[in-house]
């Protein structure tokens, strides 16, 4: 049987140097997003002070919309919808929240919700400018039969170790967790912001991004997906999975390079104002379905509430505070745990 490399296992009580490279971990992650200066975290209360984002602490504050910023300037922020939108900042920059929402729902809440309730409720902090309409409108669409479970995410214990399963989606990679979920988040967005342009969408891959991407936008209406990859840089399976993928608005383009090469160009093309113009004039804007895009990120947060619902397991979980977890790796993976660390009380191993 195949498993996801997600796995929560019992470990010894952390040092006193492992919680020192946590804390220089978070410091720099506090620079990464562009803070003024640093934050301290006390590890006991797990409070964070100075200018770290504003944390949001109840419900009644919840109506406080979570604007984004670019961790490349200081230009005027803007809401979660046309940070999806435009994927990258004009400057080049990352969008991250301006502040940073408490998941504040009871253990025992949660272990009575599907995946889907999860999803509602993490989101909704974060996409405080979606209606709750829209946002369920988003999820339903996304984690529905496409995917070989019901649970869309199942936990399995196997010698002790937990393992939850993301390799459920129609391309049998994680990527379809987040990438089933965007194109709807995209042209909601899309709506929400009156864009009457067509919107183009932007990938480099070196393999399960650029498959899940074009199924995810396979035929949604006022979108075209066109991906770059290596030639000679992917598994054979992979490049036919792109290949022969169906759809009228999907495209996909092999590079002589590397991953990073196919990269580079797409933030190129990004960044490129007298494109961009052009590209308006036709009545079409880029926009990109990679990591990049803030909208892919949330899906980190509640795949952690996912294991919070897993009620019995994370009962144990939480009352023995010895537990390490292990996540798929990716650009910004560790940075989106730490803040599951110091918000929502769980230790990390560094």
Known sequence: MVFTPFIPIRMRRQSARENSALRNSLLIFGKYIGLERFFVISWETTQIKGRF??????????????????????????????????????????????????????LSDLAQMSYQEVAYEVMSRFLSDFTEEELKSCIANAYDAKFDTEKI???????????????????????????????????????????????????????????AAMAGFADVPGTKIIVFYPKHGVSAIQEKQMVTQKGDNT??????????????????????????????AAGFQFSSANSINVGRLFLRLYIMSMLMRHCSVMERFRKDRRSTWSFPPAILGTSWRLIMRSRWGFRFRN
């Open 153 to 211: 995410a199942p936990i399995k214990e196997v010698n002790g170790v937990y393992y939850l399963e993301l390799f459920h989606g129609a391309t049998i990679a994680f990527k379809d967790m987040a990438l089933s979920i965007l194109p709807h988040l995209m042209t909601t967005a899309a709506k929400k912001n009156q864009v009457k342009n067509e919107i183009v969408i932007l990938t480099a891959t070196s393999g399960d991004t650029g498959k």
């Open 251 to 280: 495209y996909v383009v092999g590079i002589t390079g590397n991953f990073d090469d196919a990269q580079t160009a797409v933030k190129k093309m990004f960044n490129d104002r007298q494109m961009a113009k052009e590209l308006d």
């Open 53 to 106: 984002p504003q944390l949001i602490m109840g419900r009644k504050e919840e109506v406080m919309e979570v604007l984004y910023k670019s961790t490349r300037s200081e230009n005027a922020p803007v809401t979660a919808s046309m940070a999806i939108l435009k994927g990258l900042s004009e400057d080049g920059g990352l969008f991250v929240p301006t502040q940073i929402p408490k998941l504040d729902v009871k």
